[in-house]
């Protein structure tokens, strides 16, 4: 197993650190379960360092990330393919208690919204919505066409403001966390160079 390089760049350490936040929001819109998700952002990190090596520097080290999470998680998910995630409800009966503020309350509305999204349309809107990935970009870590990309994450968005019976983050209360969940999720995805024409 290589060991990943003796000397990596700073900028390579700085862009792997960098990229920490937004690989545990896609782990935890994967797995619906903050333990579950470190787990994978761990391992993500622990093979991504051993294989830093071919890692083309200067290149998207998210989009590289992502896909190595995306693979270790559908990897496990193959394996455990008979069980069942919530089988009596725990997860959902957690997200059902009463925070000490409502927008705690509300951020977790988002979330649970966001768990009830085909897996395929939470993936594109995690990526490209609240990862600030292109559809180009998030299209390569799904293997799909920038066409099924754009698809997944309109109907992702109509699903979710639908589910949530809102149109803007203003609808909510002011907590800062749900407002930038939101908004992220939410917002037009910027667009790659080829789109840009």
């Not at 579950?36 to 890692?55: C, H, I, P, Y």
Request: with cysteine; hydrophobic share 40%.
């Amino acid at each position: 197993m290589p060991a990943g390089p003796i000397n990596p760049s700073p900028r390579l350490k700085a862009d792997l650190l960098g990229a920490i936040p937004s690989l545990r929001a896609f782990a935890m819109s994967l797995a619906g379960n903050m333990d579950r998700a470190d787990d994978l952002v761990q391992e993500t990190l622990m093979k991504a360092w051993s294989n830093l090596g071919s890692f083309t520097e200067g290149s998207n080290m998210s989009a590289w990330l992502f896909t190595i999470l995306r693979n270790i998680f559908y990897s496990e998910y193959r394996k455990r393919r008979r069980e069942v995630a919530d089988p009596e409800g725990q997860i959902a009966a957690k997200l059902a208690t009463a925070p000490a503020q409502s927008g705690h309350m509300d951020l977790l509305d988002f979330r649970e919204a966001l768990q009830k999204l085909p897996p395929d349309q939470r993936e594109a809107l995690i990526l490209v919505g609240a990862s600030g990935l292109s559809y180009e970009e998030a299209a390569g870590i799904c293997n799909c066409a920038v066409g099924t990309m754009k698809s997944r994450v309109n109907r992702a968005r109509n699903r979710l403001a639908d589910l949530l019976s809102v149109r803007s983050g203003g609808e909510f209360g002011i907590d800062s966390e749900w407002q930038a969940s939101f908004e992220g999720a939410m917002a037009r995805p910027r667009l790659s160079r080829v789109e840009q024409g």
